[in-house]
């Protein structure tokens, strides 16, 4: 794998003297190589008898430098050394020359104020905390680490396959690095940078170490590159390190199927395996091993470090903190030290198993797993995304084909697959606004993208469907019938509708035909419009049908409206399985329906569409948007328009309302618009300067030194707050911060006695994997899957109440109180052995609080995560109380600048199809799409004669449109060709795919 670390200049250690003393650690190795010679004077017949045995000496370069811009510079072929690399990081070349604009730039330091008492905060040890403000990114190490199995080939063979080893990582590594990173990173020019161009050559070194903190084999490749380029126009200046993280994956698929090849070019074989999460469902993703080296609990035997970090991962820390918490002082031992190690390692593990010879390992054969389907790799590419890109297919191809695979030859099946279009289509590269465009633009706004015709054709339809259901005009009570269910209904709950509320319901009830869109700002009061149309569809006889995006939150949904709920999920596998039937007696409600994605949309629609039932869809498409592909929420109102709730309700304080508001477009006469075309990137920086200002000013934002200092900070700052515990609400962007916050915060209530010190470990259900848990009495847990017996489903809260061991079915019979909500509580009992799907409940991501209101909020900043949605979303969770952003200066400073980023979940019709199918597209979507000049009609119309609504039924069908679907639209094929996407030539050139 490649693991991407950003290298940052501290003031603390200004020069990086001690990262460059560690990667320069190792000195290059001489491996002692017997080899064949003949005998002077001996006739070929006795040639075979006259070999004499030679010893020769192999030099091991562990340290070199790599990149067009260091031959440039002259570092090619000459010891990698300190002062070279001091310059390189502070963005000089080694003679003194300036490569950059920043270069040499310092960080400047600031002291920690404490915001409560206006004195400088102070460290653990009592010294002054201070801030680093600014500075230049130095460098970014990407680490290289082959399976463990090599590590172990290279620890048990003798030097001549140390050498095979250690040159097949050294080949895999340059391959990742020239025909990826190198190949693809590029650079700006001109004013604000919109010039963007190929890089013509990178600087980095690379540096081979052995062994990892506990003297354990690890063969990995550290390469530092230097924040320096040279650009295809011949200038020097830094790098756009956005492709790095965008290739990354897809570098890293390169790296490792060279590794393999290369070792099986010597004679070893590989063994391929599919990746199960715990459930034992397949994950998409395979891994490799040594054949014969791959037993995985051979490889814990060597593997204390990885358990290490598991162990703290599994108590909730995150992968950062692991790694750091596990460390051991780096004394590196000589490597003739390391050997002789690892060899009294491997004599201690052989007492205990059975460890293969390399030549015993030269006789295994390969295992791999059964080829996918073009049909099923298809599918894992849309499993997140209505399309995708070179990068990502490439990742894809390289999962599927792990071990076995050149890197020309993984290049050639991405080419072969692209060009076979019988089932795909060409989709435009990702938009780019008029403002940011420069001479040349970056790859990913001039590269092709693809998707599947099924996937367009799954807009498609959602759309059609859309636009019929524009003619059920019985669906449209009469105000008349209407506004006396809303004022008794007014009288009932004592107070009257807002005009921002009473629009909303008129337009859901009088407005609206067989479906409609009811948007509404965060914290708006969606659910007390819901109460109002609800009242007037039961009055009517109608049954109400919710759903939402899970289970707890179709319970949250259900308490609040009284209406009948799912989530999506089950809703549909209800519907199909006929376990739920829809009529034209039924009102389907899907709350939070920005976060669905098209193919559970369209689904919906389609049952609600045959059975005649009216689907309301609710929910705000500025949040969070849907983790599968597309977001369906987006094509309907732009067919249907909506009403949109504006009043902020949730946030009893003027100015976080103000602050909310700021994440949202208004046009001219102040009414909320949808932004289908990116932002300009003076656009971005300006809304994100004011609403990080706006933030700033009402003390949301807390800025510390490191990571670790934001989350000490953070959990003080919890344990201080006067809010009750059920309105502290403690987020994170990432599973990994969540598990970080969760044992933090776990690990005080334990000092206050709240949760007991003594504990139990069991095995419980990651977020894909089992992993080490924790608990003890008194702690506080989340359910993370559905059972129906036990009453529970995924985000069901729970304390525990007492911890038995079980003699006779093992494990640990854990008692608990679930929370029913209301103060009310159930007893429930389960055993650790029969279920495990549980994980501690301190904290929660920004995607599973949607909905949720509390006191006082506490967010764990992450730059990588952070976008105006996820950003929105969390500040708008907070009602009376204070919001608060921890954050690093390092993730300050990327965040400040992207707060008011839109990371929209692009669907296929917005993008564009490319062709003259994507013109028809295009035609037929502009020809549903709401004028402008449109006005909701807001009077009554009284529909209800059954014979109209027949007619009106029998005309849902256009025949026009059907004809040009049946025309232009492919309908997708049953793999009756079981081939898997194979090799049939060579990757055309770089420059080939640059163009």
Request: aromatic residues 6%; glycine residues 8%; contains cysteine.
């Amino acid at each position: 794998m490649i693991q991407n670390k950003p290298i940052k200049l501290s003031s603390k250690r200004p020069k990086g003297d001690d990262l460059i003393e560690y990667l320069l650690s190792v000195p290059n190795l001489e491996l002692k190589i017997s080899a064949q010679v003949q005998s002077a004077g001996v006739d070929a017949v006795s040639e075979y008898y006259a070999e004499d045995t030679k010893i020769e000496t192999h030099l091991i370069t562990t340290s070199h430098w790599g990149g067009k811009l260091a031959q440039d510079l002259g570092l090619t072929g000459k010891p990698v050394n300190k002062d070279d690399m001091l310059k390189l990081f502070e963005g000089y070349a080694p003679n003194g020359d300036k490569l950059c604009q920043n270069a040499g730039q310092k960080p400047r330091t600031e002291v920690k104020i404490d915001p409560k008492t206006g004195k400088p905060r102070l460290n653990e040890d009592g010294s002054v905390m201070t801030v680093d403000k600014g500075g230049r990114r130095a460098a970014f190490d990407l680490t290289h680490s082959p399976p463990k199995s090599v590590s172990l080939l290279l620890a048990l063979g003798d030097d001549e396959t140390k050498k095979v080893v250690m040159e097949a990582q050294r080949v895999a590594v340059d391959a990742s690095m020239s025909k990826m990173f190198e190949a693809y990173t590029q650079c700006r020019r001109g004013k604000g940078g919109k010039d963007v161009i190929d890089v013509d050559g990178l600087a980095y070194s690379m540096h081979m170490q052995f062994g990892n903190r506990n003297l354990e084999p690890h063969i990995h490749s550290h390469v530092l590159v230097y924040n320096v380029c040279k650009g295809s126009d011949g200038g020097y200046s830094t790098f756009d390190s956005s492709e790095i993280f965008r290739f990354r994956h897809s570098a890293d698929m390169v790296y490792q199927n060279v590794l393999a090849t290369e070792l099986t070019k010597a004679g070893f074989k590989i063994h391929q395996t599919e990746e199960l999460d715990a459930h034992g469902k397949r994950t998409g993703e395979r891994a490799w091993e040594v054949a014969g080296l791959h037993d995985r609990e051979l490889i814990n035997e060597f593997s204390t470090r990885h358990l290490e970090i598991m162990a703290e991962r599994g108590k909730g820390t995150a992968d950062a903190l692991a790694w750091a918490k596990t460390r051991k002082h780096k004394d590196e031992p000589s490597y003739p030290e390391l050997i002789d190690h690892f060899d009294k390692l491997l004599a201690s593990v052989g007492e205990r198993r059975c460890i293969p010879t390399v030549e015993e390992l030269r006789q295994q054969d390969h295992v791999r797993c059964a080829p996918r389907t073009r049909e099923e790799i298809l599918e894992l590419l849309h499993e997140n995304d209505s399309m995708f890109s070179y990068p990502t297919l490439l990742k894809q191809l390289g999962i599927e084909n792990l071990g076995f695979m050149t890197a020309d030859e993984l290049f050639s099946a991405v080419d072969e697959t692209v060009q076979d279009t019988e089932d795909l289509y060409e989709i435009n590269p990702m938009a780019l606004h008029d403002d940011d465009k420069g001479l040349t633009l970056a790859r990913r706004h001039t590269e092709m993208r693809y998707a599947a015709k099924w996937m367009v054709q799954s807009e498609l339809q959602l759309i059609q469907m859309t636009e019929a259901r524009k003619a059920e005009e019985w669906w449209k009570v009469p105000q008349a019938y209407a506004q006396p269910i809303i004022e008794r209904m007014e009288r009932r709950k004592g107070f009257k509708l807002s005009d921002d509320q009473r629009r909303a319901v008129e337009h859901i009830v009088s407005n609206s035909a067989g479906v409609c869109i009811a948007e509404g700002f965060a914290g708006t009061g969606k659910t007390t419009v819901s109460d109002f149309y609800s009242e007037v569809y039961r009055s009517m006889g109608k049954r109400m049908l919710g759903c939402a995006i899970g289970n707890q939150a179709a319970q949250v949904l259900q308490s609040d409206s009284g209406m009948e709920c799912r989530s999506v999920t089950k809703m549909l596998a209800d519907l199909l399985r006929k376990r739920v039937v829809l009529s034209e007696n039924d009102v389907v409600v899907l709350d939070e329906a920005g976060m669905i994605d098209v193919p559970q949309i369209r689904a919906l629609s389609s049952y609600c569409k045959a059975a005649g039932a009216k689907l309301i869809l609710q929910g705000d498409e500025e949040q969070l948007k849907p983790v599968g592909a597309g977001q369906g929420m987006a094509l309907m109102s732009d067919i249907l328009g909506s009403s949109t709730l504006t009043e902020i309700r949730r946030q009893k304080d003027l100015e976080m309302r103000e602050i909310v508001k700021m994440f949202y477009a208004f046009d001219s006469n102040g009414m909320p618009v949808k932004q289908r075309t990116p932002k300009s990137r003076d656009e971005v920086l300006q809304q994100s300067a004011e609403i990080w200002s706006a933030m700033e000013a009402a003390g949301c934002v807390d800025e510390y030194d490191t990571h670790a200092q934001a989350v000490t900070t953070l959990v003080s700052d919890y344990f201080e707050s006067t809010a009750t515990t059920d309105e502290r609400l403690v987020l994170a962007h990432s599973n990994a911060d969540l598990k970080t916050l969760n044992q933090a915060i776990r690990k005080g209530f334990q000092e206050r006695g709240v949760v007991d010190s003594e504990e139990v470990q069991i095995r419980a259900i990651g977020k894909k994997y089992f992993e080490d848990m924790s608990i003890s009495v008194g702690d506080r847990i989340r359910f993370t899957t559905a059972d129906s017996v036990m009453k529970v489903v995924n985000g069901t809260e729970a304390c525990i109440t007492s911890i038995v061991p079980n003699r006779k079915r093992g494990g640990y019979d854990v008692n608990v109180d679930v929370d029913e909500g209301g103060g009310v509580f159930r007893k429930l009992k389960f055993n650790t052995e029969e279920w495990k799907a549980i994980q501690h409940n301190y904290a929660r991501t920004v995607h599973g609080a949607q909905g949720q209101g509390k006191t006082d909020v506490f967010l764990l900043g992450n730059a990588g995560m952070t976008d105006s949605s996820s950003m929105m979303v969390a500040i708008s969770r907070v009602t009376k109380g204070k919001f608060t952003l921890y954050v690093s200066s390092d993730n300050a400073d990327t965040i400040r600048e992207r707060v008011a980023l839109d990371r929209a979940k692009e669907n296929n019709l917005h993008v564009g199809v490319r062709g003259e199918v994507g013109e028809n597209l295009e035609k037929i979507f502009d020809s549903f799409k709401i004028k402008k000049t449109d006005t909701l009609d807001l009077r009554a119309k009284s529909t209800n004669s059954k014979k109209k609504a027949v007619d009106a039924r029998e005309q849902l069908a256009s025949r026009e449109m059907d004809d040009w679907v049946n025309k232009h639209v492919d309908v997708i094929r049953q793999a009756t060709d079981k081939r898997a996407l194979t090799v049939h030539g060579h990757r055309a050139s770089v420059q080939e795919h640059k163009q």
